[in-house]
C-alpha cells in the first residue's frame, strides 16, 4: 500500500506530464547526459584529441561508446556467474 508521500509524488509526476506538450524537448537535456549517446562520450575525450579532426573524434567516441556498452556485458555476465537464477 503506498504511502501518502509516495501517492502525492505520484500525483505531481503525472501532473508535470499532463502539462508537458513536447516530452522528447522535455527529456533531451537528460538524454544527451547519457552514455547511450555519442555527445556524452564526445565530452569525455580526453586532452589527446584536442588538435583532432571533428571525423576523428566521432570515431573515438564511437569506439568508447561501444567500450562502454562492451563492459556492462562483462559486468553482467560476471553477475549472472556469481548468483544461480532462483527461476529454474
Known amino acids: 500500500m503506498p504511502t501518502q508521500r509516495q501517492s502525492i509524488g505520484r500525483y505531481g509526476g503525472l501532473k508535470s506530464w499532463a502539462n508537458t506538450p513536447d516530452r522528447s524537448a522535455r527529456t533531451r537535456p537528460a538524454r544527451a547526459k ?6 556524452y562520450h564526445l565530452e569525455r575525450l580526453g586532452p589527446q ?3 583532432a579532426t571533428d571525423d576523428q573524434r566521432l570515431a573515438a567516441a564511437e569506439a ?3 567500450a562502454y556498452y562492451a563492459e556492462l556485458a562483462l559486468k553482467s555476465a560476471r553477475a549472472r556467474r556469481k548468483e544461480p537464477s532462483d527461476a529454474a
Open 34 to 39: 547519457s552514455p547511450s549517446s555519442i555527445e
Open 49 to 51: 584529441f584536442a588538435d
Open 64 to 66: 568508447a561508446k561501444k
